[in-house]
């Protein structure tokens, strides 16, 4: 196995540093932070068809849907402002524009808390097509919050790297999507580091 496919995961869907995916719905919203690719320079929703193709097969939009500029930028958008909350999750300061983006999305999507006669309650958006969708997103980050699962879904810390990995150790203190890549990355940069300084010395 290369380090590579470490990061990435030899599998369709497979999590960098063989981590297991995000439990439940938030499996979801990770896809929806990875399917921007920084060190690939990949971006599944880059645009309005790709991004349809990839919201569709992840049910949050009808099948052929047509998408425009304006709903793709909209979507990288929320993506890159759950990113930063992601990265704070590891200790990083957060982008205060971050919430901004995600606030205004939300009220476009107008979530709504409805409540059933079994005792049950739903929090949805009213809003549908990309809105929507986006709201469905919001909707799982809340209850992850909730749930006290939030703080374990992290962007990896390494700048040329930002994958949202799923952190199940028992002290949630990583910060690196792969210790054997990113990981490794940092501590070589830093032995450079110590090392460079060492000579100049
Ligand atoms: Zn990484």
Redesign the pocket.
């Known amino acids: 196995m290369t380090a590579l496919d470490d990061?990435m995961g030899t599998e369709p869907g497979a999590q960098?540093?063989r981590r297991a995916p995000a439990p439940g719905d938030l499996a979801i919203v990770q896809a929806f932070v990875n399917t921007g690719d920084v060190?690939a320079g990949i971006d599944r929703l880059g645009d309005p068809l790709r991004a349809a193709t990839w919201m569709a097969r992840h049910g949050l939009v009808a099948p052929r849907s047509d998408l425009d500029d304006g709903s793709v930028r909209r979507l990288i958008e929320v993506r890159e402002a759950l990113r930063a909350l992601l990265l704070a999750s590891t200790g990083e300061p957060l982008d205060p524009s971050a919430t901004d983006v995600l606030n205004g999305a939300a009220a476009e999507a107008h979530l709504l808390v409805g409540f059933e006669v079994d005792g049950t309650s739903w929090l949805e958006p009213a809003a549908g097509g990309v809105d929507g969708a986006i709201g469905l997103m919001l909707g799982i980050v809340f209850a992850s919050m909730t749930a006290g699962t939030w703080s374990r879904l992290k962007a990896?810390?390494?700048d040329?790297?930002?994958?949202a990995?799923y952190d199940r150790s028992k002290n949630r203190s990583g910060v690196?999507?792969?210790m054997r890549?990113?990981g490794n990355r940092a501590k070589t940069r830093a032995y450079r580091r110590r090392h460079a300084g060492g000579l100049s010395a």
Request: charged share 30%; glycine share 6%.
């Open positions: 990061r960098p540093g060190e990896c810390v390494e040329s790297c930002r994958r990995f690196w999507c792969s890549v990113c």
